[in-house]
């Protein structure tokens, strides 16, 4: 990691609007060989300059509690960020953890037992559950492939699973390719009433047999946005287009790129997001560490900063901390 951190900090820039109030609603955590992301981390990240004042946990399959039954193991990651979060509000001068959403199976016959649990270890924290329903025939081409079994949102089971979510109050997060976003319009047409949150865009891939495509898949997956965004209950996340398997070869540079750079190549898709669903309905998010193998976070919300300045103050307002204040009920 140090040489990562030294190729970031290739790229140095001044603070756009420092006193800009931002909660990043998609972040993780994990304790792994070779990397790991854990509270130090996460400050150095959010303390780079921009005004983060809380964030959101986003499950990621680390620490489970490889103990329990196999449909409760997930709860031992609510447990360890609890932990996390509790540390994090120890220093006001840092960002806190305010909210967790964790990993359960939504097909699950026992999903209230898990929900449970959740609750119990998240010491006030827990608020929904992200069950991704990523699933590619050729995972062999991607960076981080998806694991879910392919037409999850069409099964029965997993959208009593959602709805469930909304009857008790939580959300539902989400992770997939931008070929299944058909499929999420259809889930989210199907379960109204629990709020849904679509993250990372829907992923447009631009890797394996999607590689040199990019204005094909762009073209439909406007439209499928925009049909997406006639789902009231969905909620877009704005970030997490610089993972490797989106194919801007960020990673692969002798420098990461500037803000500059990152807005020419990414501007456009979060413009047409925000057109159809609104500012009151979209959140900008880092999607770190993921994204940190492709830019600075300080570089990132710079990029951020830059796409917003085109909203009133009230709009930038909503995208940067509001939306995820009310959803995320922080």
């Known amino acids: 990691m140090t040489d990562q951190n030294d190729w970031l900090s290739s790229v140095r820039e001044e603070i756009i609007d420092p006193d800009r109030e931002i909660i990043d609603p998609h972040h993780h955590l994990w304790h792994r060989t070779g990397w790991n992301y854990e509270l130090d981390e996460l400050w150095s990240d959010t303390g780079d300059g921009h005004n983060v004042i809380q964030t959101v946990f986003l499950e990621c399959g680390s620490e489970y509690d490889t103990e329990a039954t196999e449909h409760l193991q997930p709860v031992g990651e609510t447990r360890y960020?609890?932990?996390?979060?509790e540390a994090s509000r120890a220093d006001d001068s840092q960002a806190t953890i305010a909210g967790i959403v964790s990993r359960a199976d939504l097909t699950h016959?026992?999903?209230?037992?898990?929900?449970d649990a959740h609750e119990a270890a998240g010491q006030g924290?827990?608020?929904?559950?992200?069950?991704?329903g990523a699933s590619d025939p050729?995972?062999?081409?991607?960076?981080?492939?998806?694991?879910?079994?392919?037409?999850?949102?069409?099964?029965?089971?997993?959208?009593?699973?959602?709805?469930?979510?909304g009857e008790r109050g939580y959300t539902y997060d989400t992770w997939h390719y931008h070929h299944q976003n058909e499929d999420f319009c259809s889930l989210a047409r199907a379960v109204p009433d629990t709020t849904m949150i679509l993250d990372h865009f829907g992923t447009p891939?631009?890797?394996?047999?999607f590689q040199g495509k990019r204005e094909e898949i762009y073209t439909?997956?406007?439209?499928?946005?925009?049909?997406?965004?006639?789902?009231?209950?969905?909620?877009?996340?704005l970030g997490g287009l610089a993972m490797p398997d989106n194919g801007f070869g960020w990673h692969e540079q002798s420098q990461p790129p500037s803000s500059d750079e990152f807005v020419e190549?990414?501007?456009?898709?979060?413009?047409?997001?925000?057109?159809?669903f609104g500012p009151d309905r979209c959140m900008f998010e880092s999607n770190f560490p993921v994204d940190r193998m492709s830019l600075s976070y300080h570089v990132l919300y710079n990029g951020l900063k830059k796409i917003a300045a085109r909203y009133t103050d009230?709009?930038?307002?909503?995208m940067f901390a509001g939306t995820a204040r009310r959803v995320y009920r922080l």
Do not use: M
């Not at 924290?125 to 991704?132: K, N, V």
């Not at 050729?138 to 709805?163: C, K, S």
């Not at 891939?205 to 047999?209: A, E, F, M, P």
């Open 109 to 115: 016959p026992g999903l209230d037992e898990v929900l």
């Open 314 to 318: 009230s709009e930038q307002a909503a």
């Open 138 to 165: 050729h995972p062999e081409a991607l960076t981080i492939p998806g694991r879910a079994q392919p037409g999850l949102y069409n099964e029965d089971a997993f959208r009593q699973g959602v709805a469930r979510l």
């Open 220 to 237: 439909q997956w406007c439209k499928d946005i925009e049909a997406i965004a006639g789902c009231q209950n969905v909620v877009a996340k």
């Open 205 to 209: 891939l631009g890797v394996g047999r």
């Open 125 to 132: 924290l827990f608020r929904g559950i992200r069950h991704s």
């Open 265 to 276: 190549q990414q501007a456009r898709y979060y413009h047409h997001t925000i057109e159809c």
């Open 81 to 85: 960020v609890a932990g996390i979060a």
